[in-house]
């Protein structure tokens, strides 16, 4: 089984399913020639042609129309946006078309279409480029919204995505694109969508994150474990709509629970995670469900995006003061 | 040393022309094309406009009388809708604005679900039962309906089939850069697309002028490389001949073009508005001189073929239509409440089953 980084894993996954069925095309912005500019769809004019991975002109808007129209036609295109920043020229054509044809034609016409853009910040990379957009699109109904943090999971959910018959924003974790390689398995099977992973079982606490993030929650269940403190940690993958089912499980039985988010604080997925538990588990908390999150300020340039972006300490700060609360017994 | 001139030469040129065929009172200005030769097809040309009005006028009253939500008119624009619902085939794909109304009923699109839509509900663009159940549905927000239609002429041309696109917009859309967009691209690939511009001079109370400085709209296409020319919209015979050249042009591998269409709102932008505050009558009266359905009625009576009573039955044909569209409107009961979910994926996820049970049980109580 080859170890793949995770944007080889997301290659792997286009590559894979292109060849299955011939409907699935790429466009954007220097997807063909070039590869895109993080190589995510290096080959694939090779293998596939100039017509099935479309270099499109310098029009974001036009990027997510297009994909509209193909999709429309029983196509199933995949849209690169280079950066998740750059998404917001396609939010019109995304949440005034792509989720409402189904819905505005009663399923006359749909919209099988998936938007992909790297996500989140850690590249030292200039404005606009470090966006975190998930709660943006995870708003707006008819949308499903995807965040990898394995390339595993960006393999499998990629193939769900594509896969799925309702309109996609598959937001890839930037800084994690080259970070590590895991095994992966070209074996054309999708992971579930709608889904969250419990990655790692443990009795004391729920650690919750998606994408990016994860990485650092990782390094904090870790740290917590040579502390005593056993962690569940759960990536919520899946960011819209929402496995609360899982969420809940957990907190039923760690009675502690920590969210995370590299996005702004108000208005981010955390809070509707935080909502869900008190509506739906707060007999079962010992301790205030908290927040790790981004500040509700404008994403900094490179000298102070580790200043913004959660770290591993942050989380094992939040962590303690649940702990602090509602003591181990 | 001597002064010399820069070596400036010219790249490129230009040119908007403006079709017509008919003058306003119907008479011919040149010889008209196969088509408008036809008695029976110029019959059914005048039909379509003469029923749109009608529907047109019932849909207002409607409103008026309290039994429609709001209402885009199509009045003064039914020669547009006309010649783009003749000169296109069946199997093409019309992707429309908001007042192509006419295109839509000569497309097989039912009165009835143009008032349902209207009249607030989603089953009004599900075209149950019609015959072409391909074309896009009304697009409300303006312009951004256009760039779409690059992905779907993409998709006609990839599968090799000999169809074309033709997407439709005001002249306000043309101020959008979603439409820019679109002219931009469309000819990179040479795709089997026409856009149609109906210029009514008006988008909501902003007139043509201050829309753009540009002396013409069609001339936005030569920015993308495309042919742009005009037509007199309110000339059914030359908006049709036109269309029907640039339709044909695309489906031959010819590429895209752009088509403005000259018309005039007749009336207020929507039920909502009142073009008063903002426009002068004089104005509109002296527009009402150009009426295309009074254009080729008159027409129609020049060359004999049209008689005092097919006129007055093709109206009360038209009105016994539009009442039954109405009928058949105000006869259809609401959509479960469970509807507003129903199509919003193809299946619900089972994380808003609950929320779709709880506008189901709303639904049940009195005064739902
Ligand atoms: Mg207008």
């Known amino acids: ?329 | 040393m001597s002064h010399s001139s820069p070596a400036v030469e010219r790249v490129a040129q230009f040119e908007v022309t403006y079709t017509q065929y008919l003058d306003p009172e119907g008479q011919p200005r040149a010889p008209l094309p196969d088509f408008a030769q036809d008695a029976e097809e110029l019959r059914r040309m005048y039909r379509a406009m003469v029923q749109t009005r009608a529907f047109d006028k019932k849909a207002v009253v409607l409103q008026r009388t309290g039994r429609m939500g709001t209402y885009a008119a199509c009045l003064g624009q039914e020669a547009i809708g006309t010649a783009i619902g003749c000169a296109l085939r069946a199997e093409d794909i019309f992707i429309p604005a908001y007042r192509e109304y006419a295109a839509q009923l000569l497309r097989g699109v039912r009165m009835r679900d143009i008032l349902l839509n209207w009249g607030g509900d989603e089953r009004g663009m599900h075209y149950e039962g019609c015959a072409i159940r391909h074309d896009f549905p009304l697009s409300v927000p303006i312009g951004s309906h256009v760039p779409q239609a690059i992905g779907v002429a993409y998709a006609l041309k990839l599968r090799r089939e000999p169809r074309v696109v033709l997407a439709s917009c005001g002249d306000g859309a043309t101020s959008k850069g979603d439409v820019y967009e679109a002219i931009s691209s469309a000819k990179v690939w040479n795709l089997p697309l026409v856009f149609l511009i109906s210029n009514n001079q008006w988008a909501i109370s902003l007139p043509r002028g201050r829309q753009t400085g540009a002396q013409t709209l069609a001339q936005k296409a030569f920015a993308g490389g495309l042919p742009g020319e005009q037509v007199d919209g309110n000339d059914v015979i030359a908006t049709r001949a036109v269309l029907a050249a640039a339709i044909e042009r695309a489906r031959s591998g010819g590429g895209p073009s752009l088509i403005e269409a000259i018309t005039y709102r007749l009336h207020d932008h929507t039920t909502a508005d009142d073009a008063r505050r903002y426009r002068n009558e004089a104005e509109v009266q002296e527009a009402w001189q150009r009426c295309p359905v009074k254009r080729l009625k008159q027409h129609l009576e020049a060359r004999g073929l049209l008689s005092a009573s097919d006129e007055a039955a093709l109206q009360q044909e038209a009105s016994a239509f539009a009442d039954q569209a109405a009928e058949e409107f105000l006869a259809t009961p609401p959509a479960s409440p469970a509807a507003m979910f129903d199509h919003l994926y193809a299946q619900l996820p089972k994380q808003y089953e609950w929320q779709r049970q709880e506008a189901l049980a709303r639904g049940l109580k009195p005064g739902h």
């Open chain 1, 1 to 329: 089984m080859p170890e793949l980084n995770l944007i080889e894993a997301v290659n792997l996954a286009l590559r894979s399913e292109m060849q299955r069925d011939a409907g699935v095309l790429v466009l954007g912005e220097d997807v063909g020639r070039n590869g895109g500019v993080f190589r995510a769809t290096v080959g694939l004019l090779d293998a596939f042609g100039e017509e099935r991975v479309i270099d499109t002109p310098l029009a974001e808007t036009l990027i997510a129309a297009m994909a509209i129209g193909l999709a429309t036609q029983g196509f199933k295109p995949v849209a690169e946006i280079q950066f998740s920043g750059f998404t917001y020229p396609c939010i019109d054509q995304i949440v005034n078309h792509a989720a409402r044809y189904r819905h505005r034609t009663r399923s006359r016409l749909s919209c099988p279409m998936v938007l992909r853009a790297p996500n989140g910040g850690g590249i030292h990379a200039p404005e606009h480029h470090s966006e975190s957009v998930e709660a943006t699109f995870a708003h707006i109904p008819g949308l499903r919204v995807v965040a990898p943090s394995t390339p595993a999971r960006a393999y499998g959910l990629l193939l769900a995505a594509i896969r799925d018959p309702d309109p996609v924003i598959f937001l890839e974790p930037t800084r994690l694109y080259r970070l590590f390689k895991q095994a992966v398995e070209d074996n054309g099977e999708a992971l579930p969508l709608d889904t969250a992973f419990v990655e790692r079982e443990g009795q004391d606490l729920t650690l919750v994150s998606w994408g990016a993030m994860m990485q650092d929650a990782r390094a904090a269940a870790d740290r917590l474990a040579e502390e005593g403190i056993s962690v569940e940690l759960i990536d919520v993958a899946t960011i819209k709509p929402l496995d609360m089912d899982t969420i809940l499980a957990s907190v039923a039985k760690t009675g502690r629970c920590v969210i995370v988010q590299e996005s702004p604080r108000a208005g981010g997925w955390a809070s509707e995670i935080a909502a869900n538990i008190a509506e739906h588990g707060l007999l079962n908390l010992f301790a205030p469900v908290l927040r790790v999150s981004g500040y509700d300020t404008i994403m900094p340039l490179a000298r102070h995006e580790a200043l913004y972006i959660p770290d591993t300490e942050r989380i094992l700060a939040e962590v303690r003061k649940v702990f602090e609360f509602a003591p181990k017994a």
